[in-house]
């Protein structure tokens, strides 16, 4: 559209809806033919947040929100996730054989228990973002050892415990299986898990889904955060094909490849689609009084695995979805 057309745009969204400039480019407003509903469509973060909270009650949201919480019920209920085996914590840690787990005598002993685990990976109790996540591999020779698997440095395990993952500061870790992903994610990017960010809904025992995307990570990082600077590609709701990538900055690059590698990802089609939505409307329904989460999915060779919920998930995931907040939740009350 023309300048001035965007700057008087701009003016009213941000006195009227609280809609900044960054959020215009990001949005990509600029493009010719956009309703004005859209563009009003969208949602502050604090009236996101506001919502969210009519949907998931704050008093029932710590329980996806602490992975230990959020793990006893996705087992219990038998919805597939990463193998668990342990709770590591200085005072408190626990196996899942049950044994102690407090130090690196008792990863040891547990990692002797479980021989034919190679990789494992640690991930914050309450950590958001991918903050502290750890993935090493699992060096069996004369004593057990571990590789990072970013960087294949060699670290023995009291090191790894201290300056790692700095127990002794009053972190606590939940430890599994590193995951095994589909051969044709691996193909996107394979130093990290790259998985599906799927927002679904489920109220009176009815389940929706309401948009997703995929997430790539960078060339050589073990995580797929966009917060980090993973890529997103938006899926297509019906099909499952992938559809051109977005970096949410305010030029609003799309593109149809890896940014580093130049892999074509745009396109193609994620293996287990309907599994995969499926699923994730059961993760929603399985925590009381939860109605709306963005669910992050994981596509092995023999399905989908939850990874994790998140009960406020990123309100600009609808910039990737190209849809604003009002139609995404049109089925609700959002007066």
Not at 48 to 61: G, M, T
Not at 85 to 105: E, F, M, P, S, Y
Not at 258 to 283: C, M, N, Q, Y
């Amino acid at each position: 559209m023309p300048a001035y057309r965007q700057v008087a745009e701009m003016i009213v969204l941000r006195l009227v809806y609280g809609l900044g400039p960054r959020h215009y480019h990001i949005a990509r407003y600029w493009r010719r033919g956009l309703p004005w509903a859209f563009k009003t469509g969208f949602w502050t973060y604090k009236k996101f947040r506001r919502f969210v909270s009519k949907l998931n009650p704050p008093a029932y949201q710590k329980i996806s929100q602490n992975k230990i919480s959020e793990k006893g019920v996705l087992e219990l209920l038998k919805i597939p996730t990463p193998r668990f085996l342990g709770h590591l914590h200085a005072q408190l840690g626990v196996a899942k054989t049950g044994a102690r787990l407090i130090n690196d005598k008792d990863l040891t002993e547990l990692l002797f228990t479980y021989p034919q685990v190679d990789r494992l990976c640690f991930k914050l109790v309450e950590g958001y973002g991918g903050e502290g996540f750890r993935a090493v591999r699992v060096v069996r020779e004369e004593t057990l050892t571990f590789r990072l698997l970013d960087t294949d440095e060699p670290v023995d395990i009291p090191r790894f415990i201290d300056e790692f993952l700095q127990l002794g500061s009053g972190t606590d870790y939940i430890i599994e299986e590193y995951l095994q992903q589909h051969p044709e994610l691996a193909h996107f990017n394979a130093s990290s898990v790259n998985t599906l960010r799927i927002w679904a809904a489920s109220t009176g025992g009815k389940g929706t889904f309401l948009g997703a995307f995929l997430r790539i990570g960078r060339h050589g990082s073990l995580v797929d955060n966009t917060s980090q600077g993973a890529l997103a590609f938006p899926v297509d709701i019906d099909s499952g094909e992938i559809g051109p990538g977005v970096i949410k900055n305010i030029w609003n690059e799309t593109f149809e490849f890896h940014k580093d590698s130049g892999v074509p990802i745009t396109g193609e089609k994620i293996p287990f689609w309907g599994e995969a939505v499926g699923l994730a409307i059961r993760a929603v329904a399985a925590f009381p009084r939860l109605q709306f989460a963005g669910v992050d999915i994981a596509i092995t060779a023999d399905g989908p695995v939850v990874i994790e919920l998140n009960v406020e998930p990123d309100p600009a995931s609808a910039i990737v979805f190209d849809r604003p907040h009002r139609d995404i939740f049109s089925q609700f009350d959002v007066s």
